[in-house]
């Protein structure tokens, strides 16, 4: 059956909400982020109004490049209470049109409308109320794609924005994609862009039409991906949020820390929460990410993909440790900081994965002996304190 498949991303979306609810900086270049100081600022654009982006002005650009661009703008801390509460009444519309709905980002999310068609009508029918919806209810404007699956929509989302609507026909979703910058292809990186350009590939369809066994098919499973999504290809779900698409924590300071001890505790307990969420639910992750929130609200986040699928602190700690030095700044105070762990593998009813092979003995029967602890007492009643300092470094093994 063909999908119908929404992706619905926000205009501008802090820039949006405060233009808004102040109506003093509608039409002005709005630059929502750190604190500017004069140019002197450290932080980052979080996000911009389209007024300011004719300046050159764009998010996660150094703040003190847009005040170099853009020195008359406006410049506004960001609310994130105010945009997490915003955000919350958006999905809600969006979730009055199909259960499969995936919350991607704060302002984003892909919707599976394949069922929904008989009540609510065509793909585009549904976009137009959607995006109706938000601005009768909200005064803000969307910009939706529709496709038959997510990596078309979320292209198509983009095409035309603000307030676009693109609705790319099944079928002709490779003549879609022929005349776009590779660089639009999900997975490909700054050095990914560079060896394609050097195989004389700058647009999606120069690489849909390459010959077979061209030497991108030679780059192993990440070229073949990437062939597909060129001619079009994605059957990727949309993974409604109750699904087990990752378990993570966060958890932010009281007061902003550089305290690399704290840090490096608080990190400890978030990863024992987290191992203890995957065990309970029978998974095993494969993927392990770090979030970062400086003073000024810019944040950053490092996965890596683990050697196998993990369950348990010792393996996933070191990983998370490493991730953390690499994002820590010397002497920039952190805000939050979590923990995620993704790509989880599930226990299936009655057969062991093979990860219970795969993870050392040990490290289960301790991890087993520590949940019936934290039951028992609490999450408090226990610390790995020699995690935290150790003499030796733990072994991941
Ligand atoms: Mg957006």
Redesign the pocket.
Known sequence: MVRTILHV?????YAAVEQRDHPEYRGKPVVVGSDPKNGKGRGIVA?CSYEARKFGVHSAQPISQAWKLCPHGIYVRPDMQKYARVSARIMRILAGFTDLLEQV?I??AFLDVSGSRRLFGTGTEIAVKIKYRIYNDLSLTA?VGVAQNKFIAKIASDLQKPDGLVVVETGREKEFLAPLAIGRLWGVGPKTEAYLKSLGVERIGQLADLPPGNSVSRMGKAGMHLLRLARGIDDRPVLPEEGFKSIGHEITFDSDTTDPELLKKTLLELTERVAQRLRKNKACARTVAIKFRESDFSTSSRRTTLDSPADTVEVIFPVAVKLMKSLLRHDVPVRLIGVHTGNLELEEDGKQMSFFDRAPRKDRKLAAAMDDIVQRFGGNAITRAALVSPKKPPQNK
Not at 9 to 13: P, Q
């Open positions: 991303d926000m205009d501008a979306f996000t980002s302002d984003e910009s």
